[in-house]
T-cell receptor, first 113, second 116 residues
């Protein structure tokens, strides 16, 4: 069935280092993927998205990589800052016949000073 | 542009009561989706409304219902509350339905419901 999961529930990195958050998805028909950031007391905030006809997309300090062969998605955050501390969710969607956007369980990113 | 607005921010109810949550989407967005977020289950899809019609529905019991008004504002209702309904209820809006194309959802900050 549809499922989106994350390899690690928590990730700690040093301030200034790069962070890589991973996500595995199981539905090969998924063709659109989104990364969200959720800070304490707030709703998920859109970070970046990627369509299945791409394998890489860059934003401001963030890069999303999509490997359809192994159904893997990753979010890279460059020069991690204290404000990057949050829970990060990946989500998959099928634009054809989809019923919903399916979210992974989330990874908590902690930045060490 | 103002973001997605949800009211109230916090609610405390007792078992058996019913509750109504409100959501105002981003101006111009006609799709509104509702999600339940709990520590154990994560983010789970409840339903989506577009142009006052329910387009998609998740796997929740009939106690969970919603509606959308002509101005795209949406309400969600939960009847006969159970302890397990305690959660953060998130509303998200989009310019197009989630099954019609690739457009991200933009979330509000949620309503924290506690059932005692």
């Amino acid at each position: 069935g549809e499922s989106v999961g994350l390899h690690l529930p928590t990730l700690s990195v040093q301030e200034g280092d790069n962070s890589i958050i991973n996500c595995a998805y199981s539905n090969s028909a998924s063709d659109y993927f989104i990364w969200y950031k959720q800070e304490s007391g707030k709703g998920p905030q859109f970070i970046i998205d990627i369509r299945s006809n791409m394998d890489k997309r860059q934003g401001q300090r963030v890069t999303v990589l999509l490997n359809k062969t192994v159904k893997h998605l990753s979010l890279q955050i460059a020069a991690t800052q204290p404000g990057d501390s949050a829970v990060y969710f990946c989500a998959e969607n099928m634009s054809q016949g989809a019923q919903k956007l399916v979210f992974g369980q989330g990874t908590r990113l902690t930045i060490n000073p | 542009k103002a973001g997605v607005t949800q009211t109230p921010r916090y609610l405390i109810k007792t078992r058996g009561q019913q509750v109504t949550l409100s959501c105002s989407p981003i101006s111009g967005h006609r799709s509104v989706s509702w999600y339940q977020q709990t520590p154990g289950q994560g983010l789970q899809f409840l339903f989506e409304y577009f142009s006052e019609t329910q387009r998609n529905k998740g796997n929740f019991p009939g106690r969970f219902s919603g509606r959308q008004f002509s101005n795209s504002r949406s309400e969600m209702n939960v009847s006969t509350l159970e302890l397990g309904d305690s959660a953060l209820y998130l509303c998200a809006s989009s310019s197009i339905p989630i099954d019609r194309g690739n457009s991200p959802l933009h979330f509000g900050n949620g309503t924290r419901l506690t059932v005692t």
